[in-house]
């Protein structure tokens, strides 16, 4: 039984303590592990408290169902309002003529774009699992990887793409579409090569910028934008939202098809607290602030990578374009599962993860990736992300040399982590709209 309810008493509502004390606790809890621990896991980050308010409201009772302004039930005026904001806000935001906000999350995106342009059996050409792709670009155990033909390429031996290989299966296999950007693929894509690949082969191309989406936003990698057919991102990485996806287009008819690809095509009923999140997310995403943080992000990854190199840890492509890293760990002769394991009790929680040329299992991997974004939010900047390097590394090198988990220097590193989280805390005075996400917490380190 956790003790957490006295951590932030009163932060969730009385009413759901009265009413259900189980999930009460549980929440609490989860609020100490968010509060206690360092979050290195790069697709998770902390919300505003405006996207919680958004996500516990009201908005949650009412069904609707197609675009707005063409419902199929009525009462919809102020879902409308809802959802027409968030399409207008990401709109501007990524510079685009449509966007459709109602993707539960970056797969159910992913399968509306296949929905729309291809049919059962076509060829697909995208990026392999096991080399940073996404499971919903084609993986074998999933619906894209049963229903199509999934073409992959992979990466090189210093863990870029290589664009000679990606041409050269496109033209022996000629698919209909083509995917770049993945789950662990820490480099900037060449996307206008991508889009000449696809052109020469009359394939679409589908930038899928989950990764990477918030520094888009805030203007610090280049954009898929004007060279994707049509863009995919989850709103819930670095963009700093709810959980959910969000598709972008420029092109009329892929417009259509896709809005009715994702309804009634692969979803029913809209997620309207989902979406009211998005709209505030995208609200925030487009503050000045907001490049001040994705800047940060972007920074603190670098600032990582470094301070791992630092210590002798080898990182896949020896660093970084975007908010996430992959540390190979096969110089140290450990496994992702076994140091990541480590790694969380020390209090860093982040994920086990191929890298190039993996032979462990998938459950198991010689990998490890972390992510900055979410540190970032709670005001880390280089010094802290300095440190974090530091402690990753005395963790990794405890178990190296002693060949298992140093429940030793464990507790050491977790609590110098405890003692830095209280420093920095989350929901208390957090303001994320201030510039590189902290309010109350500010790094003195850029
Ligand atoms: C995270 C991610 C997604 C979305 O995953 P969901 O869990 O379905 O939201 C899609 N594509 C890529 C490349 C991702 O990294």
Redesign the pocket.
């Given at each position: 039984m956790s003790k957490s309810p006295a951590l932030e008493p009163g932060y969730f509502l009385d009413s759901l303590r009265a009413a259900d004390p189980e999930v009460y606790d549980a929440l609490a809890g989860e609020l100490e592990r968010q509060q206690d621990g360092i979050e290195l896991i790069a697709?998770e980050n902390l919300v505003s408290q405006a996207s919680l308010d958004a996500l516990g409201s009201i908005i949650v009772n009412k069904t609707v169902e197609g675009r707005p302004g063409r419902r199929y039930y009525g009462g919809a005026e102020f879902a409308d309002r809802i959802e027409t904001l968030a399409i207008e806000r990401a709109k501007a935001l990524f510079g685009c003529g449509f966007a459709n906000v109602q993707p539960h999350?970056?797969?159910?995106?992913?399968q509306a774009v296949f929905l729309a342009v291809l049919k059962p059996g076509d060829t697909v050409l995208s990026m392999a699992l096991d080399a940073g792709?996404?499971l919903?670009?084609g993986a074998a155990p999933n619906l894209t990887g049963k229903w199509f033909n999934p073409i992959r390429y992979g990466i090189d031996g210093e863990g870029f793409i290589d664009m000679g290989e990606v041409e050269r299966l496109a033209h022996a296999h000629r698919p209909k579409l083509i995917i770049c950007?993945?789950?662990a693929y820490p480099r900037a894509i060449d996307f206008p090569a991508f889009r000449a690949i696809a052109d020469s082969v009359d394939a679409v191309l589908l930038a899928?910028m989950?990764?990477f989406a918030g520094l888009v936003a805030g203007g610090v990698h280049p954009s898929p934008l004007p060279y994707a057919h049509v863009t995919?991102a989850?709103t819930?990485?670095n963009l700093r939202g709810a959980?959910?996806?969000i598709i972008l287009t420029d092109d009329p008819a892929l417009a259509r098809k896709l809005d009715s690809a994702v309804f009634p095509g692969v979803q029913g009923s809209v997620i309207l607290n989902a979406v009211a999140a998005k709209a505030v997310c995208l609200g925030e995403a487009l503050k000045p602030s907001f490049k001040a943080y994705a800047a940060q992000v972007l920074t603190n990854a670098r600032v990582l990578a470094g301070a791992l190199m630092a210590r002798g840890i080898t990182v896949v492509s020896g660093g970084t374009d975007t908010p996430l890293l992959v540390a190979d760990l096969r110089p140290l002769g450990l496994t992702g599962a076994a140091a990541s394991e480590s790694l969380e009790a020390a209090g860093l929680t982040c994920n086990k993860n191929a890298v190039p040329g993996d032979t462990e299992p998938p459950a198991v991997t010689s990998g490890l990736r972390f992510g900055s974004a979410a540190g970032t939010t709670r005001g880390f900047g280089g010094a802290e992300f300095r440190r974090i390097g530091g402690w990753i590394a005395d963790v990794l090198h405890a178990m190296a040399e002693g060949g298992g988990r140093d429940e030793t220097v464990e507790h050491i590193v977790s609590a110098e982590v405890r003692t830095l989280c209280r420093s920095f805390p989350i929901y208390h005075g957090l303001d994320v709209t201030t510039p590189a996400g902290a309010g109350l917490n500010r790094s003195t380190d850029q």
């Open positions: 697709s999350s970056g797969s159910q995106a992913n792709g996404h919903s670009h950007g993945g789950s899928d989950a990764h995919t989850t819930y990485k959980r959910g996806g």
